[in-house]
């Protein structure tokens, strides 16, 4: 199954932008609905972005008109372009995937099976 490696977190003042790359490297990226969770220390996971098979996008309300989730097949690898940066959006940014094809992108972790180990992005 698809094994995948993020890279492109960092340190960013407020405003600034940043983008995560994840890499998958084995697997049936193509078919696979893809997801972007972040996670505040101490606290549950949340969907902040996901694309599925056809390209259709789901965002959450709190990233909405700041962030865009773009996938590229051919390198098998997914992207979150996030502009316009809080300090709230401070968190460890996971990919993560499906085993199976989705109708629908989904921000619901529990939809996924696969996880990455995860990049830290840190606004001030």
């Known amino acids: 199954h698809v094994q995948l490696v993020e890279s492109g977190g960092g340190s960013v003042q407020a405003g600034g932008s940043l983008r995560l790359s994840c890499a998958a490297r084995t697997g049936t990226f193509r078919s696979a609905c893809m997801g972007w969770i972040r996670q505040v220390s101490g606290q549950e996971r949340e969907g902040v972005a996901s694309?599925?098979?056809?390209?259709?996008?789901s965002y959450a309300d709190t990233v909405k008109g700041r962030f865009t989730v773009s996938r590229d097949n051919a390198k098998s690898t997914l992207y979150l372009q996030m502009n316009s940066l809080k300090p709230e959006d401070t968190a460890m940014y996971y990919c993560?995937?499906?085993?199976?094809?989705?109708?629908?992108?989904?921000?619901?972790?529990?939809?996924?099976?696969?996880w990455g180990q995860g990049t830290q992005v840190t606004v001030s």
């Open positions: 993560a995937a499906t085993r199976l094809w989705r109708l629908y992108p989904s921000l619901d972790k529990n939809e996924y099976d696969i």
């Open positions: 694309i599925d098979a056809d390209g259709e996008t």
